[in-house]
């Protein structure tokens, strides 16, 4: 497990570590907390990270999640996660588009369609259910709302919480080149 020190030295070090995580389940960017905007008003979400590109993240979603429209009208988000045993707080900001084409297409929607029930009812992510009673999902409901969503990377800042002083880091991508900055914590 790389220390602080090398994710302040090491970009690769870093991205290895948040790379590995759509493998291990207790990973804590696994399940990070990702934020949109509406109307100004922040929307937070824990999603699943579905896969790791170079300097890009892939979640899965429903097309009709009210989340499509806030990144429709404001692409920037901020990914969130805290690794507990580490004590270390990771915050991502990324350029958020929805996938129509990429060459891993196919197998994210494979994969996404495993569980077909996600994407599958009838009603939209949100919708109030009546007398508790979901509407059955069919495996062709779920092709046509399965969506992508690809967070482009632009900084990821760590901040290390320690009894003898805290860190704080960020790498920004400066044209294709990730440079870091010590911050005040």
């Not at 979901?134 to 009894?163: G, M, V, W």
Request: hydrophobic share 35%; with cysteine; charged share 20%.
């Amino acid at each position: 497990m790389p220390s602080f020190f090398e994710y302040t030295t090491s970009f690769e070090t870093l991205w290895e570590w948040i790379s590995s995580a759509p493998s291990q389940q207790r990973h804590p960017m696994r399940a990070p907390t990702v934020i949109t905007t509406a109307n100004n008003i922040p929307n937070a979400r824990t999603m699943i990270l579905r896969d790791v590109l170079p300097n890009t993240l892939i979640f899965f979603t429903d097309k009709r999640s009210p989340k499509i429209q806030d990144i429709l009208t404001n692409p920037h988000t901020t990914i969130h996660s805290y690794d507990a045993k580490k004590k270390l707080q990771i915050r991502i900001r990324a350029q958020t588009s929805v996938v129509n084409a990429h060459p891993q297409w196919n197998k994210w929607r494979s994969m996404g369609l495993n569980r077909f029930q996600d994407y599958g009812s009838s009603l939209p992510p949100g919708s109030i259910i009546q007398d508790n009673h979901n509407p059955n999902a069919t495996l062709e409901t779920a092709r046509e709302n399965f969506c992508i969503l690809q967070a482009n990377i632009t900084d990821i800042e760590l901040l290390k919480l320690s009894r003898a002083g805290h860190e704080r880091i960020e790498w920004k991508n400066q044209d294709g080149s990730w440079q870091s900055v010590h911050l005040v914590p």
